[in-house]
């Protein structure tokens, strides 16, 4: 059983910057493929972006592409969100996902597709 636990959300202003981590444990999630999910209020949780367990493949939703960044740390154990130029419209609980097994390359933008889940971290950005 894998733990996560997302950390680094807060308050900025439009155009600032912002990095989610999110540790995992329990065991190792280095053959993990791994992803970030987002939910504002009264909205389902939408896709943001997913990495492999190699990092050889990573995948964004449109609206964060050119703005965010992920990446793993698999000695670390943790997974990151680096997000620039935030928008209002980015203003949500972020998640962090992780689904067992897969290839190298292989990446998952639904929900459906993860097995375990952290407790989300909030992001509010102001205009």
């Known amino acids: 059983q894998v733990q996560l636990v997302e950390s680094g959300g807060g308050l900025v202003q439009a155009g600032g910057s912002l990095r989610l981590s999110c540790a995992a444990s329990g065991r190792t999630f280095s053959s993990d493929a791994m992803g970030w999910f987002r939910q504002a209020p009264g909205k389902e949780r939408m896709f943001v972006a997913a990495i492999s367990w190699s990092s050889a493949s990573k995948y964004y939703a449109d609206s964060v592409k050119g703005r965010f960044t992920i990446s793993r740390d698999n000695a670390k154990n943790t997974v990151y969100l680096q997000m620039n130029s935030l928008k209002p419209e980015d203003t949500a609980v972020y998640y962090c996902?992780?689904?067992?097994?897969?290839?190298?390359?292989?990446?998952?933008?639904?929900?459906?597709?993860?097995?375990?889940w952290g407790q989300g971290t909030q992001v509010t950005v102001s205009s």
């Open positions: 996902a992780g689904k067992h097994g897969g290839h190298s390359y292989s990446v998952f933008s639904s929900r459906n597709d993860y097995d375990y």
